[in-house]
């Protein structure tokens, strides 16, 4: 199961972005939880957490992001969003998404391949 991100690119610091990744509809069949979320890893460092959102709407941030950037997920809940605003050069990195699904009291992850987001200064 693949994830398709889409909307990284090149911006000046200062800028907007917006990220979307489409999940397929069946990985939330039967699912009792499930939460989307965006992560991000920069050349020799690990992934981090940018931001989740839960199937009831309960939004997460890292601190290095909030007030600027806003996760949310369209009516379908299966296509998740990621307004970035006010784009810092701290912010270039690969982003990623991210569903974890429960169904059986059995935890499945997915993951999308990434997406270069690069802010230049």
């Known amino acids: 199961v693949q994830l398709v991100e889409s909307g990284g690119g090149l911006v000046q610091a200062g800028g907007s972005l917006r990220l979307s990744c489409r999940a397929p509809g069946h990985i939330f069949d039967a699912a009792s939880f499930n939460k989307m979320g965006w992560y991000r890893q920069a050349p020799g460092q690990e992934r981090e957490l940018v931001a989740t959102i839960t199937s009831g709407g309960d939004p997460t941030y890292a601190d290095s992001v909030k007030g600027r950037f806003t996760i949310y997920r369209d009516n379908t809940e299966t296509t998740l969003n990621l307004q970035m605003n006010s784009l810092k050069s701290e912010d270039t990195s690969v982003y990623y998404c991210?569903?974890?699904?429960?169904?059986?009291?059995?935890?499945?992850?997915?993951w999308g391949r990434g997406t270069q987001v690069t802010v230049s200064s």
């Open positions: 991210g569903v974890r699904v429960v169904r059986a009291m059995r935890q499945h992850d997915y």
